[in-house]
């Protein structure tokens, strides 16, 4: 048996994993989602957020559990367990990054993700009016996230996600070859992603010396457009 922990991605919530979670059960494995701060069912201030906020979320979550876990982010989650892996590497046997941010020490995801300018994101997020997150306009909602999924799912995740606070996206990275830089990595690519477009998930994994690559021919979210392809690769580490 092995302890997953499923760190979902920007805008979203641990709601996402609803189908990728009994999968991974009904093959033996614990499975643990938490909220990330202000997201989901978590009512913390927009103002209140922060890159540490969401590692320190983790690092209670994985100090919890009853063994070493495989920590697992999507997206905008690859920088969360990075962060978290920084603050206690004991507990963690594997990095899993499903078409995630894998960015270096002294980088911040918004400075990385500028080397994309394919995503469809780009040109379609928008700041409130006190510039303290960030939403992204409807009709892209779908095009980004949910291109292969089924249209229930998508219309279901759409109307679920909640605004993301900026500082998360801004706040430097840092971590130590000793600790987080330490934990054997494996990335899962999408070919159909047009969030992070696969070009630039190709040069993280490449770059961050990743054990293992996987492909899914998928959207940005596999939990919804091929839950039990991904629970294959994940419950084949």
């Not at 696969?198 to 959207?219: G, N, S, Y």
Request: net charge negative; proline share 8%; aromatic share 6%.
């Amino acid at each position: 048996m092995t302890t997953f922990v499923l760190v979902h991605g920007a805008w979203h919530g641990a709601w996402c994993w609803e189908k990728l979670s009994p999968l991974l059960a009904a093959r033996g494995h614990r499975v643990v989602a938490p909220d990330l701060p202000g997201h989901g069912d978590d009512r913390t201030p927009l103002a209140q957020i922060t890159l540490d906020a969401y590692a320190e979320r983790e690092r209670a979550t994985i100090a919890a559990q009853p063994e070493a876990v495989v920590l697992v982010g999507h997206s905008m989650g690859g920088v969360v367990i990075t962060a978290a892996a920084e603050l206690i590497p004991e507990r963690i046997r594997t990095l899993v990054y499903l078409t995630a941010f894998l960015i270096g020490d002294g980088e911040a995801l918004l400075g990385a993700s500028a080397g994309d300018p394919d995503s469809a994101l780009v040109g379609n997020l928008v700041p409130d009016a006190d510039f303290l997150s960030l939403t992204v306009k409807p009709d892209a909602i779908v095009p980004a996230f949910y291109a292969t999924s089924p249209a229930d799912d998508a219309a279901r995740a759409a109307a679920r996600l909640v605004p993301q606070a900026r500082a998360p996206l801004t706040d430097v990275l840092h971590y130590t070859p000793e600790r987080a830089g330490r934990l054997p990595r494996v990335y899962i690519e999408c070919l159909r992603d047009r969030a992070i477009t696969p070009a630039a998930q190709r040069r993280m994994a490449t770059a961050r010396h990743c054990e293992k690559v996987f492909t899914l021919d998928t959207d940005h979210s596999p939990f919804y457009s091929a839950p039990e392809a991904l629970a294959a690769h994940l419950a084949g580490l």
